[in-house]
């Protein structure tokens, strides 16, 4: 079985600059899920699909962060325009019905410079 | 106060000793635990999770919890070299199911 992959590995953009991420999650899964870890802090929740629909999104930090999941397969995060905060790692997990246990992938490193 | 606390580490034991991993949690309502193992650079991996009071064990490892002095714990047995890592406590936020409060994670090194 093929586990949550994320994409890119790793991101590099300018302060103002657009970049999305995108999560594949494990096939079947109908619960998928955005966290992240910025420098020196823990993991923090961001929300949460069950399949195209948002269920939880308390965890976003602002409406520069949006998140999609047309169709109910992989989503896509969205940070437009990039400020320097938002620099950390960006990982994605999926669950199936009932919501635990989360699987996670090994997370997109952004930079803003 | 944190919700979920963890020492930072390094904990450092000898190869073939037991390590223990402690958390404590702030919300009283909190009902699922779980001990991730992240290695530098990938994903975070599940390896126990515990709903009820007591110890539940699995392999090497055992996870203990008691809900009335708000405290988790993972046990490693025979500790090995591969088990150097850090480890993440975390607890089901007020939110959705998945929505897990993390603590910031002990780094544990197994010395050969």
Request: glycine share 10%.
């Amino acid at each position: 079985e093929a586990g949550v992959t994320q994409f890119p590995s790793h991101s590099v953009i300018e302060k103002g600059q657009t970049v999305t991420l995108r999560c594949d999650p494990i096939s079947g899964h109908d619960n998928l899920y955005w966290y992240r870890r910025v420098m020196g802090k823990e993991i923090k929740f961001l929300l949460h699909f069950v399949k195209e629909s948002k269920q939880d999104e308390s965890g976003m930090p602002n409406n520069r962060f949006l998140a999609e999941r047309t169709g109910g397969t992989y989503s896509t995060l969205k940070v437009q325009p990039a400020e320097l905060e938002d620099s950390g790692v960006y990982f994605c997990a999926s669950s199936q019905v009932g919501g635990t246990p989360l699987h996670f992938g090994n997370g997109t490193r952004l930079t803003v410079t | 106060q944190k919700e979920v606390e963890q020492n930072s580490g390094p904990l450092s034991v000898p190869e073939g000793a037991i390590a223990s991993l402690n958390c404590t949690y702030s919300d009283r309502g909190s009902q699922s635990f779980f001990w991730y193992r992240q290695y530098s650079g990938k994903s975070p991996e599940l390896i126990m999770f515990i709903y009820s009071n007591g110890d539940k064990e699995d392999g090497r490892f055992t996870a203990q919890l008691n809900k009335a002095s708000q405290y988790v714990s993972l046990l490693i047995r025979d500790s090995q070299p591969s088990d150097s890592a850090t480890y993440l406590c975390a607890v089901n936020g007020r939110g959705s199911q998945g929505n897990l409060i993390f603590g910031k994670g002990t780094k544990l090194s197994v010395k050969p």
